[in-house]
Structures are given as structure tokens and as C-alpha cells.
């Protein structure tokens, strides 16, 4: 090859060699913020963040042993309410006023009937006391202990007893309710007050005031006191003995008999009430006939 051949082969332009062509590059897209800040985070680009709010202050629970303290309180309150003002359980321990009440009856005692005087439109059901009303009320010679009583004699009333027969105002009761379990005479129990009290069952401090009281073979019952006897009118230490009930000393009226059980059991028999067990021994001694029974 001679050089101009040489040299003309070295100079020969570039050709493009036949077929497709390339495909064209895509533009560049910038990537998420996500992606170019680190310090943002995915959540925050996909949803708002939520509204602020305030702190709320946290809840405090009593504790149990408070919760417990607080009802036994409530209990206790309520229980000393109910027999302050309302109604008191006792039990009749003597039979004075057999055979309206027996030994072992157990009475709910209304505190509210006696209360005071009869109130306007009669939004409490206070009533005056009255002829023949059983009334429980503390005992004028011992205020530490409780009496039940049947009421003969109000405010000035004249009381007298002949054989037996009691006449208010000259006017002799019909006494359905009294019994005589005893033939033995004693001239002042049943013909009251046709003597001085001898009695050594007398108290002393009215053997004093007794005299001051009688009027033409009456007593006189004197202002805001009562007289009262018991239905077992030969075995009751009543106002012939110790004198008037004060009306501040009324306590209320027996109003149901709840329980009732009879006395003891014969000693022959203390073994086998053992052996039953308490509720066999209850319930052979239960008067159930007199249980829920009103007083009159």
C-alpha cells in the first residue's frame, strides 16, 4: 500500500451502524422528604399530627379498707338513729303483764307514736297518750331501767281500786285484758288507796308523797304524770307501789312481738338440747303462735 492510501484510510469518517435506536433516559424525580431529611419521620408525611391536649390530672380510687371503714360508719350512724327516734328492740323479763305479754316475748317498741303532740297535717304519727295504752317507759325509781305498763289514769284523773275493780272518775272499767292468778287477799293492792302503804314492797319516797295525792279515797293524778297498773293486777309492782310514770319518761308503745320463747327447760332434758344443738333448742322453745303479734 503506497501512503496516500494510508493516510486516506486513517482520515475516513465515523458511520453510525444500522438499527434501533437507544432508549431515551427518564428524568430524574427528587425523592421523598423522608428520605432526604432524616431527621422527619414517615408518619408526619403520610397524616397531620394531632392537636394538642391538655393534661388531665390522675384519678385517685379510695382504698378498700377505707370503702369499709366508711360503711361500717354509715351502719352505725344509721343503727343509732333508728333506735334513738324510731324503734328499740326489748325482751319482757317478769310476767306483770301476763297475758298481754309473756316472759320471753321479745317487742319492737314504736318511739315515735308518743313522740310528741300531734303534729300539723299529720306528717308524723305522734298521738296523744290514752286511756288503756301499753306504754314502755324508764322506771321513775331506777331511770336505768325499763318498765311496760298499761295506762289507767291521765292528768287529773281520780283512781281508786275496790275488790279489785278499778274505777276512773267514779266510772268502773270493764278490763278484759286483766288476769287474777293469786286468791290471796291484800287489802292495799285491791283496794287502793284505802290505807297507808305498809307494804314492805313500797317505795320509800312515796310512802312519803302518797298522802299528798289522796282525795276523798282517790288519787289524784297529778299534771303531766300518769297511773299505770299491770294486766297481772295481783302480781305487778305498778304505781301503787312507787307512784306516777312522768310523761318525760314515756318512752313509746310496744308496737310487735317479734320473738318469742318460752323459759328454761327442765334440767332432765339439759342434756338432750345439747346434743340437738342451739336451733334445735330454739326452735322447740319458739311460741311460734305469737310471733309478729300486735300489742293492744
Known sequence: MNPEDQLGAEQAPFTQPEGPAPPAQAESVAPPAAYTNPGLDLAQTLDPPPAEVAPQPPQVYPQRGLLGIQA?????IFTIFVITFVVQA?????GSMENTLLVGDFLLVDKLHFAGNAAPGKLLPYADIQHGDIIVFYYPVDPKQFLVKRVIGLP???IRL???TVYVNGVAQHENYVVHKTWNPDYYRDNFPGMAPNSPEVDRRWRVQFPHYVDNGEIVVPN???FVLGDNRDQSLDSRYWGFVPRANIIGRPLVIYLSV???APASSSDKLSNSGMLAHWLHMARW???FRLVR
Open 162 to 164: 275496790r275488790n279489785r
Open 72 to 76: 361500717l360508719f354509715t351502719v352505725v
Open 90 to 94: 326489748f325482751q319482757i323479763p317478769t
Open 224 to 226: 303531766d304524770d300518769y
Open 262 to 264: 318460752r323459759g328454761s
Open 289 to 291: 303462735d305469737r310471733m
Open 156 to 158: 287529773g284523773d281520780h
